[in-house]
């Protein structure tokens, strides 16, 4: 399955194209209604105020309401950019931003806000995820799942999955919104920002899925959630708390009526156990501050930059969806690459229930 996408942030369209999706799949641009509203701004106080309507143009790939196994191509026009907040940062560089990284890269730069490093572009990943995630269920009943399991130093008290989708903060634990409300009120009041843990995970996996050191499932997971916007870290099953624990703790016993654990958070050797896949994503506190930080201009001179403009407090607060859509297509991937590999294999292995988290 090949994925791209296109588009800036503050052009006229943004845009993907998903090539390798077999045909049969109902797909209609309402579809994608739910999960782009999910990841949307401007639907609560706590996130950039910026306004799209995120209606989706399937330009290809579908006839008469079903996938014809040919390239899908989806269109998204902007409808609120506002190049005109960034005119102050086209001769600087922000601190934290991909200003300057881009410039170096490209020897010149669409000054227009985040450019393709704005999160905007994320709104095609979960269009294209949408695809992955229908096609996971229809074709092998796989779901896919994810909440905010830290905000800055806040973690969850209780964990209850039900909680999640009924809050606008994806947080695990209903009784903290008002705590989290308070805080985010705050955060927003003093001009500074905060990162936040996102957890995704897929149930129903079945083992075997994977390749064993190139193009390991656990790595093109990790690759998949870096390629995120604002990601600087990713943990699979017990990731780094690893590090401290003995191997007889690590390891997931089984019986035959199970696995006893999930540290290897569903992936052995590179390939899924049938276990739950379970992944942590790090989300950096957002750079656009409007707090004066010292950067250097064009010219090389030193100079303080204030941004202005439309941004979260808490990026990670709105990246569940967009987690789930980098899951979602690295499974589908793998799922299609399995089955054309291993059409004629027949599994001689038991199978230990995988537990459906
Ligand atoms: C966002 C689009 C961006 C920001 C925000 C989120 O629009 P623009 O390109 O005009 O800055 O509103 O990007 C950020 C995360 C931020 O804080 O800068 C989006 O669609 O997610």
Request: glycine share 12%; aromatic share 6%.
């Amino acid at each position: 399955l090949r994925v791209t996408t296109f588009g800036e942030s503050h052009g006229p369209a943004i845009g993907c194209v998903v090539d390798g999706c077999p045909p049969g799949i109902a797909l209609a641009p309402g579809d994608f209604a739910h999960d782009l509203s999910r990841r949307a701004t401007g639907k609560t106080r706590h996130t950039s105020q910026r306004h799209e309507a995120d209606e989706v143009e399937i330009l290809s790939g579908v006839f008469e309401g079903r996938t014809t196994g040919t390239p899908i191509a989806l269109l998204v026009r902007n409808t609120d950019a506002r190049s005109k907040d960034y005119a102050n940062i086209a001769s600087q560089f922000r601190p934290g931003h991909a200003d300057y990284t881009y410039l170096h890269k490209y020897g010149i730069r669409d000054p227009r806000g985040g450019g393709r490093s704005s999160a905007r572009e994320t709104t095609m990943r979960v269009a294209a995820g949408v695809i992955a995630r229908k096609w996971l269920a229809e074709r092998h009943g796989i779901r896919v799942r994810a909440c905010v399991s830290q905000v800055a130093d806040l973690r969850p008290r209780g964990f209850d999955w039900d909680a999640v989708e009924a809050n606008p903060f994806f947080w695990p634990d209903a009784s903290q919104v008002p705590e989290l409300e308070t805080f985010m009120d705050a955060l927003r009041k003093s001009g500074d920002s905060a990162g936040a843990r996102v957890h995704v995970q897929a149930l129903g996996v079945p083992p075997g899925w994977g390749e064993p050191v190139y193009g390991k499932l656990d790595a093109e997971i990790a690759a998949g959630m870096m390629s995120i916007n604002a990601v600087k870290g990713v943990e699979i099953g017990a990731g780094f708390a690893s590090v401290a624990q003995k191997g007889s703790e690590h390891r997931d016993l089984m019986s035959p009526d199970g696995f006893a654990s999930n540290h290897a958070g569903g992936i052995l050797g590179g390939i899924s156990s049938g276990q739950p896949i379970e992944v942590s994503v790090a989300f950096k506190p957002t750079s656009s501050l409007r707090l004066p930080g010292a950067t250097v201009d064009t010219a090389g001179q030193a100079t303080q930059v204030v941004t202005t403009g439309r941004h979260d407090p808490c990026v990670g607060l709105r990246a569940p969806p967009i987690c789930e859509a980098m899951l979602a297509l690295v499974l589908m991937d793998h799922a299609l690459r399995h089955r054309a590999q291993n059409a004629d294999v027949v599994s001689l292995a038991p199978t230990v229930p995988g537990g459906r988290g």
